[in-house]
């Protein structure tokens, strides 16, 4: 043994070293001291020395026999870590004169079941319980100011707790993953509930927020499976990220007029959730902020929002109407995705680009209207949207992104104005019910598989405008009855015009005539009928 320099050092290389002897010494300091049978130390109530102030850091750590805890009112200070791992520790009575649990003081002490804080404790410090997994109950008394982080996390046995008026502050992961606790009132004297605070709470069917916290943290009531309701009070601003997140028995939330932000995923995969009311106050609904909520029949948002960011309604599947306000000027990426139910969208003048995916896989959207504002429609904008029957696309539009419309499998018609200069790669691919198009003069690219798969296509006009067409641009257009490449185009790409069976007329420039033939532009096996022509 070496560095022995204080009693709690000493006790600690006994321990460590000589546990038989660990009687003699506490004999030796006037320490009650009892045992069982089996010679196991089990009742200390005292310190290492009379009159001593405080239990330093990591005295008893890993005393794994110790079954019961009395601290005597002449300590002030439970050191970090002093009872770490005291595996049969089943009871701690912490005296009145104590005012600090330090950092983790019983961490994973995993018997116990009961603890007494006395009134003088202003600080429970940071994992301080944590892993007590059979501690059931505990009272904070009126004198603890801070709750600190993680201070009784996987405390799943932990049923009921009381919060003091006099916690102003309910630190990050503090009863994280209580998976027993079914209620918990938070007083008013509270601000902020912090980052994770009941995370995993998995038990917990109700919490009354008061109207002094003014912020929900990231993950605050994270997967808190049983929550069926909650009310946000006018004085919270800001809805963290995640803080409500999967809590999936969680029917109704009414959200007041104090909030602004709600932020990245705070209501996603609310499997339950049926309604929300959106209030006036809010200006950006975050990525993901309501995906997942399966139930959701219908949302209203407010004039006050301007962005609807990245999937924040994606996975909506019950989703069947939505009002998007004049305020907004910008839709998310894959914003709307995957809300199947939803029949028809009104997108307002505000609006500059609908981003990428915004609607994809609304399968039951069968009307859309696309204001003159809109400059792009994004990559997969529309795709799989199968129910979908006619879109008129307005003349401020300069792009159709990749893959758009892509798989619209009712699409008969669509009205391309003379604004688009390039439509994109698979813009309509798939589009098997659309009969016939028209390409403006100001089109200049088709891009890769533009038309592919469009096998209602009976005609289609190229304009002289067009420069470029891209491979597969109208393969498999099998129901193509003539075409004409006008003389602009320089690049037409391979299988352009393949498995388009039914053409019985072709007009190329003599320019393209080896290249059409290399790049096998057209079906290799054609009807003996059909006119080809090359232009000079």
Known sequence: MENITTIDSLLREVWRYEPDILKLIFEFLFIPVYEDKEKKYRYIEALPEPGTTCIKKDAFSGCSSLQLVTIRNSVTNIGDAAFYKCSSLKSVTIGNSVTTIGNFAFYYCSSLKSVTIGNSVTTINENAFSGCSSLQTVTIPNSVTLIGNCAFYYCSSLQTVTIPNSVTSIIGGAFQCCSSLQSITIPNSVTSIGDAAFSGCSSLKSVTIPNSVTTIDESAFFHCESLQSVTIPNSVTSIGRLAFSGCSSLQSVT????????????????????????????????????????????????????????????????????????????????????????????????????????????????????????????????????????????????TIGDSTFSYCSSLESVTIPNSVTIIDEGAFSGCKSLQSVTIPNSVETIGDSAFSGCSSLESVTIPNSVTTIGSCAFKGCCSLQSVTIPDSVTFIGEWAFNECYE????????????????????PKYIHLYTKIIVRW
């Not at 053409?503 to 057209?522: G, Q, T």
């Open 255 to 398: 959200i007041q007029n104090s909030v602004t932000t709600i932020g990245n995923f705070a209501f996603s995969d609310c499997s339950s959730l049926q309604s929300v009311t959106i209030p006036n106050s809010v200006t950006t609904i975050g990525k993901y902020a309501f995906s997942g909520c399966s139930l959701l029949q219908s949302v209203t948002i407010p004039n006050s929002v301007i962005t609807i960011d990245k999937s924040a309604f994606s996975d909506c599947s019950s989703l069947q109407s939505v009002t998007i306000p004049n305020s907004v000027t910008s839709i998310g990426g894959g914003a709307f995705s995957y809300c199947s139910s939803l029949q028809s969208v009104t997108i307002p003048n505000s609006v500059t680009i609908i981003d990428e995916r915004a609607f994809s896989s609304c399968k039951s959207l069968k009307s859309v209207t696309i204001p003159n504002s809109v400059t792009t429609i994004d990559e997969s904008a529309f795709f799989h949207c199968e129910s979908l029957q006619s879109v008129t696309i307005p003349n401020s539009v300069t």
């Open 503 to 522: 053409l019985n007329h072709i007009s190329i420039p003599k320019h393209l005539e080896e290249e059409v033939r290399e790049l096998e532009v057209f």
